[in-house]
């Protein structure tokens, strides 16, 4: 186990070093600057922005400057918003994108779970076609039609929930949580069918229904451990999507989470936050598959060689 | 077992059940807290550093310049100044600051505090976009600019605490509206320095806890993304007649959000409205609906630098053929008027030449005057931004030309920093614009385009329009400077490096417990004058 981490982590470093460079690259060569604005800068203004920030330096020196701060951990300040450092705005960003990421996963495995399970234990009945349709319709439909759908029945109409916010008002953290949970738990669903039905037909769990125990103990105890391992697996890969991917559903709701931070960034051209928050997501997906095979295989003797 | 399934499966929806809740606008007369939308998080609230709209929403209750805005868009009116006598020439303003002007630390606010700011604002290591709002001040470009290095030399002087003497290049007639520009109202020295040099960008001074100001609020709270409270100030010089004791500002900007939130309670005004649901709005809620004139024109940028946008015939042919009325009906929809000037016409003061015509025929003509008969008209691209707005307005413009001139013009859609950068070297030949004026005068429209201005990105240049702007400055009398000004823009209309498309108009959705908020041309509400009410 300890050899795989390790392997892992070592293959992560050129990986990352990848990301920096190529960002760097990309973000240079596109075209407009950080002090682009609708009232033209006069070229003497440009010329001190750029020296304030070190834009004026050869590429290379830059590159090399930056490499080394981020190596102390430095990312270097904003050039959107002057007054806050990145690792200020990820800071900021990061426990309402995780808090929100977190919430989502769990409505994923609430929902997708018990609606795998009931469809694995009554395959091809109505229990296992309207969660699995379902489950397709939500895997189809996007979140930025599903979000403001929610909105306009939950907050407009019925006026049960807030339209927005996070943490502001009572319950304004459950409609983004369904908007971004809904398509995890729709996959969650379909790998936690297929992963029952294939241990509901071995031979253990023969045996345990021949001991006499109850449906829910050889359901829940036994069939379980083996039928949610495609879920785990595909946990890892989730919460880093749910992580990066929160964008759409942060700007619907108006939450003041990371992922918008890191969309606004790259229109803004705001070199230093795009370059930060790719080395952030990078380490952060990196790590979720990490942790997400180190659970696989630890669950499954199988998957450790 | 299928019960605890079910109920497994029910337990998220368990959470919806709370019941609705009073929304923050509802409670609002209570507590006199507005709520604003307020389109994008300010980049920082520091005066000198910032260019956007929703910080200078911010800034108009955290700091006060010598004069205010008037709330209906007349003459300003005394702020930190309590008086102020001008010479019969024009170019030498005194200002009495009254003695109960305060930081909100309680230290007085001082002659000194303006020429502090005013220094930092010039200072060209700062690099702040905006000095030549100061520019009509003796020498203040060229300390700007770096050319001399004394700021002694600058005409503005503290004779006393409480006397503040401006001397002016030429008497510029609008001189008091910029001093109630946000850039040019003052910041407090000891905090500044405190936290770093004059010349520092995004130091720490303008976090909450360490900013000091001099407007009717302070800074409370400033939650990243996410809202920025400002809350009553004791210490304001007026703080008796300011009925609202806090301002949330939040920094939406998805128009259907904001849209959201306003229907759900939670925001008393916004910063726009989604362009589909303006006529929807107009029937269903006409009360808060609101279509204000506003100073700003749409228009187009010829690249007369260009081959065959060099050629005034074509210039004038294209626009000719461009139907505004058709536009605002039946594309921008947004209650917006036909522009046929560039400034936008003000009954009340400046009031535009406005020859511009839709006569397809006349354009057809001239084109053939031009050397291009049917259909030998070179196509070329039109440049604009990614917006649905701009996408619509381009196509319509594009079926005009191709319908009345049989001109094969092709669209070009990019991003934001693209658009800027293509436009700022030159890589375009025809790119939509827009311009909101900073001040309520003719020249903050008619000097863009004067020979080598930043903005004005044409190439155009006509020796006899830099001199009607020169003359226009040194007039003292407003009449005869607007005369000059209207000579200008004749020419501007004549030569047409620029094509106006429609004059802008300022439309959101206002609450209607809210009082105070008055249309004016530069969309400006001193909160001091705005209260809510049942």
């Known amino acids: ?78 050039f959107r918003y002057p007054s806050r450092s990145v690792t200020e705005l990820i800071m900021t960003g990061l426990p309402i994108t995780f808090e929100l990421a977190v919430y989502a ?73 369904i908007t971004l949970g809904t398509a995890y738990a729709a996959y969650c669903a379909r790998l936690t069918r297929g992963g029952m039905l294939e241990v509901l037909n071995q031979d253990f769990i023969r045996t345990a229904r021949a001991k006499g125990l109850s449906e829910f103990r050889v359901v829940v105890v036994h069939a379980l451990r083996g039928g949610l391992t495609p879920v785990i697996a595909f946990l890892g890969p989730a919460m880093a999507g749910l992580l990066a991917g929160s964008f759409v559903v942060e700007t619907i709701f108006g939450i003041p989470g990371l ?36 659970i696989a295989a630890s669950i499954n003797p199988k998957l450790r060689q | ?40 998080e300010p980049q920082d609230l520091d005066p000198h550093v910032v260019t956007g709209v929703p910080e200078s929403h911010i800034l108009m209750a955290l700091l006060e310049g010598l004069v205010i805005r008037h709330p209906e868009g007349l003459d300003p009116l005394p702020g930190v100044a309590e008086s102020w006598d001008i010479s019969s020439d024009g170019l030498t303003y005194s200002f009495n600051l009254r003695n109960t002007a305060l930081w909100s630390n309680g230290d007085f606010v001082t002659a000194h505090d303006f020429v502090y700011a005013w220094r930092r604002m010039l200072t060209p290591s700062l690099g702040s976009k905006y000095p030549d709002m100061l520019y009509d001040v003796v020498n203040a470009e060229k300390f700007n600019k770096g050319t001399i290095k004394d700021f002694d030399l600058v005409g503005v002087k503290a004779l006393d605490d409480k006397t503040l003497v401006v001397s ?70 007026d703080a008796k007649n300011v009925k609202l004791n806090e301002i949330h500002f939040f920094p939406i900007d998805n128009t259907s959000r904001e849209d959201l939130m306003f229907r759900a309670g939670q925001l008393h005004v916004t910063s726009t409205i989604p362009p589909e649901k ?18 700003g024109t749409y228009y187009y940028r010829f690249n007369t630098d260009k081959e065959p946008f060099d050629n005034k015939l074509v210039r004038q042919a294209l626009s000719l053929a461009l139907d505004r009325r058709q536009i605002v009906d039946k594309v921008s929809k947004g209650g917006q008027s036909p522009a046929f000037s560039f400034t936008p016409p003000d ?168 009082k105070g908020w008055n249309p004016n041309l530069l969309d400006s509400h001193p909160y001091q004058f705005v209260s809510i009410e049942q």
């Open chain 2, 347 to 514: 009954p009340n003061s400046y009031y535009p030449p406005t020859t511009l015509d839709f006569d397809p025929e006349k354009a057809k003509e001239l084109l053939k005057e031009a050397g291009y008969e049917d259909g030998t008209f070179p196509s070329f691209e039109l440049l604009y931004n990614t917006s649905e707005g701009h996408q619509k307005l381009a196509q319509a413009v594009q079926q005009m030309w191709s319908v009345n001139l049989g001109i094969n013009v092709t669209l070009a859609n990019t991003d934001w920093k693209v658009y800027l950068s293509r436009q700022s070297v030159g890589d375009f030949s025809v790119s939509r614009a827009g311009w909101i004026g900073d001040y309520h005068d003719p020249k903050s429209f008619l000097d863009m385009m004067v020979t080598g201005r930043g903005n004005n990105q044409t190439g155009w240049s006509n020796s006899e329009y830099d001199n009607l702007l020169i003359e226009a400055a040194k007039s003292t009398s407003r009449l005869d400077r607007y005369g000059l000004l209207y000579e200008a823009e004749k020419i501007l209309m004549e030569e047409l490096p620029i094509l106006p498309v429609y004059t802008y108009t300022r439309i959101y959705m206002l609450h209607e417990s809210v």
């Open chain 2, 168 to 237: 002016l290049e030429n008497p510029a007639t609008y001189f008091l509206g910029l001093l109630a520009h946000y850039t040019t109202r003052p910041v407090h020295q000891p905090t500044i320095e405190k936290f770093g040099e004059i010349d520092t960008i995004g130091s720490q001074w303008t976090r909450p806890g360490n900013f000091i100001g001099n407007g009717p609020f302070t800074l409370e709270d400033w939650k990243l993304n996410k809202v920025l409270i400002v809350k009553k100030s004791p210490s304001y010089w």
């Open chain 1, 259 to 294: 992922g918008r931070f890191y969309v606004e960034a790259a229109f803004n051209r705001d070199y230093t936050m795009i370059l930060g928050s790719s080395i952030f997501f990078s380490c952060l997906i990196i790590s979720f598959n990490l942790l997400s095979d180190v």
């Open chain 1, 105 to 177: 996963i769990l409505f994923a495995l609430m929902l997708g779970v018990s609606a795998g399970i009931l469809g694995a234990l009554k395959p091809n009945t109505a229990y296992d076609y309207v969660p699995m349709t379902t489950a397709m319709l939500g895997i189809c439909v996007p979140s930025i039609i599903l979000g403001p759908s929610l909105i306009l029945t939950f907050g407009i109409w019925l006026e049960w929930l807030p339209v927005g916010g996070w943490g502001d008002m009572p319950g304004d953290k459950i409609l983004p949580t």
């Open chain 1, 1 to 78: 186990m300890i050899e795989l981490i390790l392997k892992r982590l070592a293959t992560a470093i050129p990986v990352l070093l990848a990301v920096v460079t190529l960002t760097f690259l990309m973000v240079h060569s596109a075209p407009g600057g950080p002090f682009d604005a609708e009232k033209a800068v006069t070229p003497e203004v440009l010329a001190k922005l750029n020296a304030k920030y070190n834009l004026d330096a050869p590429l290379w020196e830059q590159y090399s400057d930056y490499l080394f701060g981020v190596v102390q951990g430095d990312f270097g300040p904003s």
């Open chain 2, 278 to 295: 303006v006529e929807v709005y107009r029937k269903e809620y006409p009360d808060n609906i609101h279509i204000d004139p506003y100073y």
């Open chain 2, 1 to 40: 077992m299928k019960l605890r399934f079910l109920l497994f499966l029910a337990l998220p929806f368990i959470f919806l059940s709370c019941g609705p809740s009073e929304s923050p606008v509802s409670r609002a007369h209570l507590d006199s807290i507005l709520y604003m939308g307020n389109g994008t």
